[in-house]
């Protein structure tokens, strides 16, 4: 990962502040036709309308491109996110974007190695190129470098200006396909025959090295031909899941063996105040994931968490939900189906490894084990707390897990220092969904995809591993009972 940018020196902070100070004093400009940015300083009045930026003497192509939800509402907030993106890679591969919420002033520009990954600049982009500023609806420039082309052009054509809705919609529209039935819990029979039958692929998952009993150890360890796409803890948010595989071509990319999801445990058990005891949801996204497992069994692997067991001390807000999980499964299944969840708990790796980033649940050991160690980790029950149950260093955690613990970690596993460690389990607030470099340990992240405005993931972009954060959605809507109860429309004009 990109590591975080040096502090700015005082004249350059002084030049910034300038630069997106300025835009409060724009130029109207109707954008009817290509308009070039030379020293003037504009803004676009027409909410939501995208928007094509040329930069440099190569007219580097950028769309503006407004993020309507599907669900057709976002009366919610002022005006939409704007997405800065690349549309010769956007809508065709894994991609980044830059995201532009309602107040931000942003710097495009070479300076920002990140952007520049994202976005493809080049040495004829200048290092400041253009500020963008979004405020009331209105999109605002201003060129911080003349004598670099900067132009601007209206998207105007109908399929250009729903594009990215319309290309969501059609994401919808296979995935139903794919799924050929509607999400709904499976019958008792079912269950058990897709449970039983993912865990007959655990027995016998090909990237995960033996432990010491010739079982599938700890450790899955992926290729490297395949783009990881990590989701944090779900708690049965499955709309989260229905967004991150409708969003970017992380779907697209699975169909086609071009990436893997790797799920890091806890996708049971609510966490809102007050359905803490509720298990049906539970239920209803462990058969989602566990079909998604037998679609793609090379592709899908799901990590062993502290909430993937019948444990009697798993609980929170004084609801046993270990308890209460583990009689749901029987009353609604049977004894058979409940053995079954427990065998695949026991048959879960606790570790994803590869070129591009190292994850498990919760922490990193605090104790010394080796590689060896944690391909054999059903042998050392403290082993599997620690990596499930641990949290990051406080005060008031003087066991939880710090820089060295991490460091030691990648070097039993033959990574280097720049390999980003991902973990979920400890979100840091509660209004985000990705934290960078919690505790100042560099290349470190904690996602926690359970939050319930942002769905966060983690996935590797061109050659880089990237933060990529969703709006949070309501699309079970999409996937009713009777298909055809659900009807397709354009966005209406509110939702413009």
């Known amino acids: ?152 052009s209206p998207l105007l054509k109908e399929k250009k200006i729903n594009r990215l809705w319309a290309w969501r919609r059609d994401k919808i529209n296979r995935l139903r396909e794919i799924l050929d039935d509607p999400i709904r819990l499976l019958p008792p029979d079912k269950a058990l025959d897709q449970l039983e039958a993912v865990n007959r692929i655990l027995d016998a998952e090909p990237h995960r090295p033996r432990d010491s009993q010739g079982r599938p150890g700890g450790i899955v360890q992926l290729p490297d031909h395949l783009a990881p796409v990590i989701v944090g803890d779900l708690h049965t948010y499955l709309d989260h899941l229905l967004v991150i595989l409708t969003q970017n071509q992380f779907f697209e990319a699975l169909e086609a063996g071009e990436a893997c999801l790797v799920i890091l445990g806890d996708a049971v058990h609510c966490e809102i105040d007050g359905r803490m005891d509720e298990m049906e949801g539970s239920l209803l996204i462990m058969d989602f994931i566990l079909g998604l497992k037998l679609r793609f069994p090379d592709r899908v692997f799901y990590l062993r968490g502290n909430h993937d067991s019948f444990s009697e001390e798993l609980g929170k807000g004084g609801v046993p939900q270990g308890i209460l999980w583990e009689r749901h499964a029987e009353k609604t299944r049977g004894k058979k189906y409940r053995d079954a969840l427990e065998a695949f708990y026991q048959k879960l790796p606790y570790f994803a490894v590869s070129k591009d980033f190292v994850a498990c649940h919760a922490a990193p050991p605090v104790s010394k084990a080796s590689r060896e160690d944690l391909i054999d980790i059903r042998q050392h029950p403290s082993l599997v707390r620690e990596v499930t149950q641990n949290r990051l260093h406080k005060p008031n955690r003087p066991g939880g897990y710090k820089q060295g613990d991490v460091k030691r970690l990648r070097k039993e596993l033959g990574l280097g220092p720049e390999i980003p460690f991902i973990v979920g389990h400890t979100p840091l607030s509660e209004d985000d969904t990705i934290w960078a470099d919690p505790n100042d340990i560099p290349n470190h992240y904690i996602v926690y995809t359970a939050d319930s405005n942002w769905v966060g993931v983690i996935a590797r972009v061109g050659e880089k591993m990237l933060p990529l954060r969703y709006p949070a959605e309501a699309l079970s809507q999409f996937f009713p009972a009777t298909k055809d109860a659900q009807k397709d429309s354009a966005p209406s004009e509110a939702s413009n």
């Open 1 to 152: 990962m990109p590591k975080p940018p040096e502090p700015p020196r005082k004249g350059l902070l002084k030049r910034l502040r300038s630069a997106v100070s300025d835009l409060t004093a724009c130029e109207e400009l109707e954008l009817k036709e290509a308009y070039s940015l030379g020293r003037s300083k504009v803004r676009i009045p027409t909410a939501d309308v995208p928007v094509e930026l040329a930069l440099g003497k190569h007219s580097r192509r950028l769309w503006l491109y407004p993020e309507l939800p599907l669900t057709g509402n976002h009366t919610a907030k002022s005006a939409p996110d704007y997405l800065i993106l690349d549309p010769d890679q956007f809508f065709s591969r894994i991609s980044g974007f830059v995201r532009l919420r309602p107040g931000d002033k942003i710097t495009l520009g070479r300076d920002d190695k990140e952007q520049s990954a994202i976005l493809g600049f080049t040495k004829d982009i200048a290092r400041r190129q253009i500020a963008v500023g979004l405020t009331d609806g209105r999109l605002m420039f201003k060129n911080l470098a003349p004598d670099h082309h900067a132009c601007l």
